[in-house]
């Protein structure tokens, strides 16, 4: 066998351990069961109408409502989304604690991923200005130092000679 036999044998093989996993995937994901809901997982996502505050914290009537019909939803044996969905249904959407993502919503989302790129942008252009001119600040003399006489010069002279040995 040559080199080349066994090269394209060993990516055969490599390409089977990776797409095999890859091929039963979905097969896997559609024979398991959806997850079964629990109250506090959908109660995080949720608002109390009346009092605006996050279902967990919220301790009002019209809360300890929210809180039974979730119950009664999840004991039908209804998914996250679709318990969401029927609460939108039931209270409207400001039982949502997140804005839902389409329409002037979408605002809430896309503007700080929006402001961080602007940023990010400023930085790089403006941060390598600032380090070369920084160096070449520190390479130039500086300009506006005062010119030492003759005195003063022979004076700082003698001092640097003391220290020098």
């Known amino acids: 066998m040559t080199r080349r036999d066994l090269r394209n044998a060993a990516i055969a093989v490599l390409a089977a351990l990776v797409a095999g996993p890859l091929a039963l995937a ?7 069961p959806a997850p079964r809901a629990s109250l506090t997982d959908i109660e995080n996502d949720l608002m109390c109408t009346e009092c605006r505050e ?7 009537l019209e809360a300890d409502a929210e809180r039974s019909y979730i119950r009664t939803l999840i004991a039908e044996g209804e998914t996250k989304s679709q ?3 029927n609460m939108v249904a039931q209270y409207g959407a400001a039982v949502l604690a997140k804005p839902p993502a389409h329409g002037f919503n979408l605002t809430v989302y896309v503007i700080p991923l929006a402001i961080l790129g602007v940023g990010a942008a400023i930085l790089a252009v403006t941060l390598p200005r600032w380090r070369r001119r920084t160096r070449a600040a520190a390479r130039a003399p500086d300009q506006n130092a005062p010119a030492l006489d003759a ?3 022979q004076r700082l ?4 000679s003391q220290f020098r040995g």
């Open 151 to 153: 005195a003063d010069a």
């Open 54 to 60: 996050p279902l967990p914290v919220a301790q009002s």
């Open 26 to 32: 979905p097969a896997a994901a559609s024979a398991a």
């Open 157 to 160: 002279e003698q001092e640097l």
């Open 83 to 85: 318990i969401l969905k």
